[in-house]
């Protein structure tokens, strides 16, 4: 098993990325949609979270209402530790056991995007960080994602600076040209992510033996 982080600021691009790591047959563990389940209703992580914020932060449905709690937390430094200290320990149990799931022989693709922020790439064999220029980022969250430019600054800036995620990385996939670029691009990144597992598991065969 090859295990992979891959990584990349808002806008950059990376669940471009993490959708055709997928289609070429890696196994993707998706940090942010492992975050909703955890949240869902029902949940000891939704029932905490409700203990810890009060009820303002569920719509009517009983859901959590992200937006809302995302308000609260996202000016508070305070709040957000009390938050992730709920949802984090619940994500990374559930991915490790998504990861044990996984075939042997498999490229496993933990997609994290706050893989910098919080120090892990250490659990990794490598790092993948899909890079863009932050103007470029601006212009895809206000086009895309309808965000004003001074939200999608904000957001951009509250995340690791560029500099930072680019020294974790192993290997950078530039995003700042067309969707075609990309995909050549997550193809040569492919093959040498297949070329690190035969190496790897003839490492651990010599380790059992």
């Known amino acids: ?24 047959g890696a196994v993707v563990i998706d940090a ?49 530790e009390t938050l992730n200290a709920i949802v ?40 993948i960080v899909v890079d863009a220029p932050g103007e470029v980022r601006v212009r895809r969250l206000t086009e ?5 430019e001074r939200d999608a600054r904000a957001r951009i800036a509250a995340q690791a600076s560029r500099e930072d995620r680019l020294r974790i990385a192993d290997i950078v996939i530039a995003n700042e040209g067309s969707i075609g670029d990309l995909d050549a691009r997550v193809g040569e990144v492919w093959e040498t ?3 690190r597992l035969p190496a790897q598991a003839h490492a651990e065969e010599q380790v059992q033996e």
């Open 1 to 24: 098993m090859l295990r992979v982080g891959l990584t990349g600021g808002i806008g950059s691009g990376k669940s471009e990325v993490s959708r055709r790591l997928a289609a070429r």
């Open 88 to 127: 984090h320990p619940k994500v990374g149990a559930r991915a490790a056991e998504l990861e044990r799931s996984a075939p042997r022989d498999a490229v496993v693709v933990h997609d994290v995007p706050l893989l910098a922020e919080n120090g892990l790439a250490p659990r990794y064999d490598l790092v």
């Open 193 to 195: 992510l297949l070329s």
């Open 144 to 148: 895309s994602r309808g965000m004003t």
């Open 32 to 80: 942010d949609a492992i975050a909703r389940e955890v949240v869902e209703p029902g949940t000891p992580g939704l029932a905490e979270i409700v203990t810890a914020f009060g009820d303002g932060v569920l719509r009517p449905d009983g859901r959590l209402d992200r937006e809302t709690l995302g308000s609260i937390v996202f000016a508070d430094p305070e709040r957000r």
